[in-house]
């Protein structure tokens, strides 16, 4: 009888974006739940990502260039709702969070340009910056942020063909 294949991991590689992405197909779940749980613990828990999401949201609340994209601009509970979504991913390794629709629906509501998308992620980049974000942990985060930003960019926009707006490649409306 052949042994048991390796599984194979679904969005959990981009979770353990250790020194840019690599892939997990040769990890077994135990080795990949490991590996989430070593990166909540090493960059700080819940106390760091309470801290992140905090900060981050009172830059976002200063800059001319995302502050426009709430429509109710309660940063704290802008901050908790992000929190929370990261505490689940990484905390409680619940990957579930990472497709919520509510998540995907927030950002339906808007088009995101490259120029919206890139400041998202520059205001994350500084808000742990600000905080001496642990290294390395703190990069493979941000490498992971490029990759979701790039999806919400992509629920954005599709939303926006499926109402019929037109626009051009960089997100600014044509």
Excluded: C
């Amino acid at each position: 009888m052949p042994p048991n294949p390796v599984p194979r991991h679904d969005g959990k590689v981009l979770l353990v974006a250790d020194q840019g992405l690599q892939s997990a197909e040769g990890m077994t779940a135990t080795q990949v739940d490991r590996k989430v749980s070593d990166f909540w613990t090493g960059i700080g828990g819940a106390e760091f990502f309470r801290e992140l999401t905090t900060r981050f949201y009172t830059l976002v609340a200063e800059d001319e260039v995302l502050s426009p994209l709430f429509a109710v601009p309660d940063w704290s509970r802008h901050a908790a709702r992000l929190y929370d979504h990261f505490r689940r991913i990484y905390g409680e390794n619940d990957l579930t969070a990472a497709w919520d629709p509510k998540m995907h629906q927030a950002h339906a509501h808007f088009l995101i340009s490259r120029e919206q998308r890139l400041r998202w992620l520059a205001l994350m980049k500084e808000a742990g910056t600000q905080l001496n974000a642990p290294e390395p942990h703190f990069t493979e985060f941000l490498t992971i942020m490029k990759i979701a930003s790039g999806e919400m960019t992509a629920v954005s926009r599709g939303a926006a063909l499926a109402r019929g707006d037109r626009f051009h490649w960089d997100g600014t409306p044509a």
